[in-house]
């Protein structure tokens, strides 16, 4: 049963080989860097990193990048929370499970500005009508660049304009420490090996 999948998948093969992560994320990325500004963001909150050498590295391709690293879960996470809800949509996610999601990872913080719950409400509307004129865009759901945004957005915000660490820092502060630790340990699997240990195997070629 699995045999379609060399000649109807975007890897054409079983498994998916980090050059195709790569070009998803490379269209996500621009996407998302367009709609969002990231240039413009990631510069302001650069001014807030004290030391001189890691200002200066304070980059659009050092932040895409340091992002990349954790590509899989970005994409995993969206994957689980687009699936809640009532909606058979499971391409876009709702903005219960959004803010699900980032109330889980301890993102939410009414004390902060920008981390607020009305401003993660308006990040959400906000990442909706930057996407406005794109007609396979879904204007009451976030689809994956636009999930990505807020992810950088709020990064920024949170471990670079708020907490001065330098890029790197900053991005494996939030992906490990913020995200991976308190999302569910299902957004943490690795698809290729699920596929050898759960899909290619005699019980599930029938």
């Known amino acids: 049963i699995w045999g379609p999948r060399r ?16 070009r998803a994320f490379d269209a996500d990325w621009e996407g998302a860097r367009a709609k969002h500004g990231f240039d413009k963001k990631l510069a302001k909150a650069a001014a ?8 200066a590295a304070a980059t659009p391709e050092a932040l895409k990048a340091a992002v990349f690293e954790h590509c899989d879960l970005v994409y995993q996470i969206f994957n689980y929370f687009c699936s809640f809800g009532a909606s058979d949509d499971i391409y876009n996610m709702s903005v219960n499970a959004y803010l699900q999601v980032l ?21 959400f509307n906000e990442s909706n009508a930057a ?61 290729n090996i699920f596929r050898a240990e759960s899909c290619y195997i005699e019980g599930t070629d029938l």
């Open 7 to 22: 000649k109807y998948c975007d890897a054409k093969d079983f498994y998916d080989p980090p050059a195709v992560k790569e």
């Open 48 to 55: 807030k990193i004290e030391d001189p050498d890691a200002r």
């Open 103 to 123: 109330r889980e990872a301890k993102l939410v913080n009414n004390a902060v500005e920008g981390l607020r719950d009305a401003d993660l409400q308006l990040m």
């Open 131 to 191: 996407g406005k004129g794109d007609a396979y865009d879904n204007k009451n759901a976030l689809d994956r660049e636009e999930w990505l945004g807020v992810l950088v957005r709020l990064m920024l915000r949170m471990h670079i304009e708020l907490g001065g660490k330098a890029v790197g820092d900053a991005v494996r502060t939030f992906f490990i420490e913020n995200l991976a630790r308190n999302v569910p340990s299902v957004c943490l699997q690795d698809s």
